[in-house]
């Protein structure tokens, strides 16, 4: 059974979910009956609720504001979450994304931020506190700090809690590692804290079908019944606004190789994965290939034919395109096919591919990679556009920058540029 969250940069401009993904989060928002819980979740894009929006935050230079309000329920957890935070008690229970040296294999950037979505729901319908303990390779809030939600704050109170209270931990490396007994013990709330590593939430049928009647309910679901195509929207803003350090290092970064980050530009993301005839390093040698060098030509003419559309269309974007890519050899292709193309020629830096004790990376130049990674996730969310490849990293950089309210995007595949409603991608 095949579950996945993905924010997909295609020219339908929504969040694609998989029918499995609907089947699972359709049988959580109704209800889980053996578990004792009503899961009655539902988040309208009618009647959102004002958000009061930091006055020093700079986050809306990168995402679009969240100044027209989020949907009621998700408010009403925010709330809730905080309140517990603040004031925790005997009642208060935990479920914690993990991500530390002891519990590594979380993968990329796009596969913890979907683990960490996935989660979220998890926690909203076990009403639960989520907590986010992400320090592997690199604490997370080096990088992205708490929004509205505070996932950083009680970190330290569940270490504490669990120091002293060894026995009320489950610690799941997936949820699919959950057997019937330790989710029994989670649903009849005996554990105070669940610790899960996770990408997503697809292995977790296993253990939330603990409870038998969901397997009998799968016969019920008919296509057609949606979770609005805004919740990793809204999930995302919620939890995250970028660290000051991070936005400083993107603007800077850009203008020092020749884009204003004052003013529109395109961006490509181009995700090759292991190429035979790159000099990359070799944390890249198990990544499977995903693009080949001779879709680059393909991939530029899309990103030139968006350029030219924008301009037609009034949007005065830079001549300069900014070109996010893992593959030194294919960048020297992109200059090659594309006039005026931007990019860091530092070798691709991916957190699940590095591990301390390889000794490839000292710290300090480790340190500023991973700024440097997640500088590029920024500038990829801060484009007009998004030219995109498969790859989870460019997939969450759109969700995060989608209009809040409309969940309009300008993202398109780049080797799926023929053919398309350009009114509709470029709006």
């Known amino acids: 059974m095949f579950l996945r969250i993905m924010c997909e940069p295609s020219n339908r401009l929504g969040i694609s979910i998989t029918i499995a993904a609907l089947l699972i989060f359709y049988i959580l928002l109704l209800k889980v009956n053996e578990m004792g819980l009503e899961l009655n979740i539902d988040f309208p894009n009618q009647d959102l609720i004002p958000v009061e929006v930091k006055s020093e935050t700079t986050e809306s230079e990168f995402w679009p504001s969240l100044d027209d309000g989020l949907p009621l329920r998700l408010m009403e957890y925010i709330k809730e979450h905080g309140e517990k935070v603040r004031k925790p008690d005997m009642h208060t229970e935990y479920i914690v994304y993990t991500c530390t040296e002891q519990n590594e294999r979380c993968g990329g950037i796009g596969d913890r931020l979907r683990g960490i979505v996935s989660l979220f729901m998890l926690s909203i319908s076990t009403n639960r506190v989520l907590v986010i303990d992400w320090s592997y390779p690199f604490a997370l809030e080096e990088t992205l700090i708490p929004g509205m939600v505070d996932w950083l704050a009680p970190l330290r109170t569940v270490q504490l809690y669990e120091t002293a209270n060894p026995h009320k931990t489950v610690s799941l490396l997936s949820m699919g590692e959950a057997n019937y007994t330790e989710w029994t013990r989670v649903s009849q709330s005996d554990a105070k804290i669940v610790r899960i590593t996770t990408n997503n939430i697809r292995r977790g049928l296993s253990a939330l079908s603990a409870a038998k009647n969901m397997i009998s309910q799968m016969d019920l679901y008919r296509p057609g019944q949606r979770i609005p195509q805004l919740l990793c929207s809204w999930i995302l803003r919620s939890l995250f606004v970028p660290n000051p350090d991070t936005i400083r290092v993107a603007n800077e970064q850009l203008a020092l190789i020749g884009i204003d980050p004052d003013r529109p530009f395109v961006a490509i993301h181009a995700r090759f994965g292991h190429t ?4 990359g390093a ?4 198990t990544d499977p290939a995903r693009l080949g060098l001779e879709d680059i030509p393909k991939i530029a003419r899309c990103a030139s034919k968006i350029n030219s559309q924008m301009r037609f269309k009034g949007i005065a974007v830079q001549n300069a395109t900014f070109l996010a890519a893992d593959s030194n050899e294919g960048k020297y292709i992109f200059r090659e096919q594309l006039q005026d193309v931007k990019y860091f020629s530092a070798h691709a830096f991916h957190i699940d591919k590095v591990r301390k004790d390889r000794g490839e990376y000292d710290a ?3 340190d500023m990679l991973n700024q440097l990674t997640w500088a590029e996730f920024l ?9 995109s490849t498969r790859s989870g990293f460019s997939e969450w950089a759109i969700a995060f920058s989608k209009n809040p309210q409309t969940g309009k995007r300008c993202a398109q595949a780049g080797t799926e540029c023929e053919n398309i409603n350009w009114n509709k991608i470029i709006g």
Not at 282 to 285: G, R, T
Not at 379 to 387: N, P, Y
Request: proline share 0%; glycine share 0%.
């Open 379 to 387: 500038i990829l969310s801060k484009s007009e556009c998004v030219v």
């Open 276 to 279: 035979n005839n790159d000099k």
């Open 282 to 285: 070799s944390q890249f040698k």
């Open 364 to 366: 300090a130049e480790a």
